[in-house]
C-alpha cells in the first residue's frame, strides 16, 4: 500500500515562496513512482501543475506555474518537493501529491492516471 504524505503548506504573502514536500512510504524507492503535484481551489476543477517520471529525467509545468514552480526528489529521503516561489493569490488551493506506478519515460499531469492521493496541504497566499 503506497501512501503519500504532503507537508509545506501555509499562509504566505503575494510574492513570497514555500516548499511543498511529498514523503512516498510504501518500502518501495520513489524511483518506481511517476509522482504528480495537483491543486483545487474552492469551485474550480482540480489541475495538474507539476508533474516528474519514474527516470527523473522528465518533469513537466503547467503554463500557470512555469518559471515559478520547481518540482525535484531527494531518493535517499523517498520524497519529492514543489518549491513555489513569486506566489499569487491566484495559487490559493489546496495541493496534493500523487503517485503512478508505471515506468514512465515523460512525465503525465492527468489526474486519471494516478492510483495514489496523499491527504493535500492547504496553501494560502493573501496579504
Known amino acids: 500500500q503506497v501512501q503519500l504524505v504532503e507537508s509545506g503548506g501555509g499562509l504566505v504573502q503575494p510574492g513570497g515562496s514555500l516548499r511543498l514536500s511529498c514523503v512516498v512510504s510504501s518500502g518501495v524507492s520513489v524511483n518506481y513512482y511517476g509522482i504528480g503535484w495537483f491543486r483545487q481551489a474552492p469551485g474550480k476543477e482540480r489541475e495538474g501543475i507539476s508533474c516528474i517520471s519514474t527516470t527523473g529525467a522528465s518533469t513537466n509545468d503547467a503554463d500557470s506555474v512555469k518559471g515559478r514552480f520547481t518540482i525535484s526528489r531527494d531518493i535517499v529521503k523517498n520524497t519529492v518537493y514543489l518549491q513555489m516561489n513569486s506566489l499569487k493569490p491566484e495559487d490559493t488551493a489546496v495541493y496534493y501529491c500523487?503517485?503512478?506506478?508505471?515506468?514512465?519515460?515523460?512525465?503525465?499531469?492527468?489526474?486519471?492516471?494516478?492510483?495514489?492521493w496523499g491527504q493535500g496541504t492547504q496553501v494560502t497566499v493573501a496579504s
Open positions: 500523487a503517485a503512478l506506478n508505471v515506468f514512465q519515460r515523460t512525465c503525465s499531469r492527468s489526474g486519471p492516471r494516478y492510483g495514489y
